[in-house]
């Protein structure tokens, strides 16, 4: 393993390390383990089923971007739905392990089982989050306008709430930005390739690649059925929501706290940012990010909001490290049999 991996490797587990140190500093570990034995556990087998739908969604609406980069070539060969399967579930197996990874082992193994270009489908996995971020803070902003009653309070959870008005512009800019440089990049690797020869062998493979690489990216641009791709999308999030509403009942906090399904809409968006924070699966910034809203928000205790947190949370890694490689074996079976 190279040098610079490693050395991400051990920074992503010292942050994580941090992040839990600050979530049970000042929690009594022995009744978080007891309230974690107390847990009720007849919630799960449905919150199995709907993360399993959440990710084939999630693949088959890759699918459409694998597909619009596609048209107009020769290329007859049908897109296996057990493959992109597959390559999602490994590919959130890997992140389980180290972060980002599963970016990568995912439009590999696709590229590999399709003799598609891998750097086409990288591009495709960018705009992907790219498209998810956006929605992301759509939600967000929906969430703090209209699902919480101080938005001030929300504002506090992430320590925004000295901001002035135009650092919320800050986002939004770098995404215009990021469109402009794509747009740029695409027109100059255009013109490279109109030319007849780049002696260089080298030059052209990267030109090659490249081009590859922003075809996927600008996919988006070529979906034929936008309904479809933002009706997946729809179900990919609620079926986060969803995720994050279920465990309200192993603890009986839906009586209790009173949290409902637009609390779990909340509750998501900070989950959103725990999991984009580059730890491994997660870990550390996941927990202290949930138990922090659900005491601020809720006014749950910080310990019965950590079991909450810790309960989650090892329940997706754990369901995500089991069944990754299942539906690789199912996969694999499949293509043996065709």
């Known amino acids: 393993m190279k040098p610079k991996r490693v050395l991400n490797i051990l920074v992503s587990i ?25 847990v009720t556990l007849y919630w799960l087998p449905f919150f199995i089923i709907i993360l399993l739908i959440s990710h084939y969604l999630r693949a088959e609406r890759w699918r459409l971007l694998l597909t619009s980069t596609r048209t107009g070539t020769n290329e007859s060969q049908e897109i296996r739905r057990s493959t992109l399967f597959a390559g999602v579930m490994m590919g959130y197996f890997f992140n389980s392990l180290i972060p980002r ?3 990568v082992t995912r439009p590999v193994y696709v590229a590999r089982q399709h003799q598609m270009s891998s750097s086409n489908l990288i591009g495709t996995i960018v705009i992907e989050r790219l498209f998810d971020m956006a929605t992301m803070l759509f939600l967000m902003m929906f969430a703090a306008l209209y699902l919480v009653q101080d938005a001030a309070v ?17 986002l939004p800019g770098l995404f215009a930005a990021a469109a402009i440089g794509i747009w740029i990049t695409r027109k100059v690797l255009i013109s490279l390739e109109k030319k ?14 490249a081009r590859s690489f922003s075809d996927g990216i600008v996919s988006i641009r070529h979906v034929d059925n936008w309904p479809l791709f933002l009706l997946l999308t729809a179900g990919i999030w609620f079926g986060y929501v969803l995720m994050a509403w279920l465990p309200f009942f192993m603890m009986n906090m839906q009586e209790i706290y009173g949290l409902g399904l637009s609390d779990a809409v909340v509750v998501t968006m900070v989950s959103s940012v725990g999991v984009s924070i580059p730890t491994p699966a997660g870990i550390g910034s996941y927990h202290l990010l949930i138990q922090q809203s659900l005491s601020i928000l809720y006014q749950v205790p910080a310990v019965t909001a950590l079991t909450y947190a810790t309960v989650a949370h090892g329940v997706t890694v754990a369901a995500v490290l089991v069944l990754g490689p299942l539906t690789l074996w199912w996969d694999k079976a499949r293509t043996l049999n065709q």
């Open 101 to 103: 990874l599963g970016e």
């Open 154 to 170: 929300f504002q506090s959870l992430f320590g925004t709430e000295g901001w002035p008005w135009y650092f919320y512009l800050l």
């Open 196 to 209: 007849e020869q780049i002696s260089n062998a080298m030059l052209a493979g990267i030109v090659r690649k």
């Open 14 to 38: 010292v942050v994580a390390g941090l992040f839990i140190w600050l979530a049970i500093r000042n929690i009594d570990t022995s009744e978080l383990w007891q309230q974690i034995r107390g």
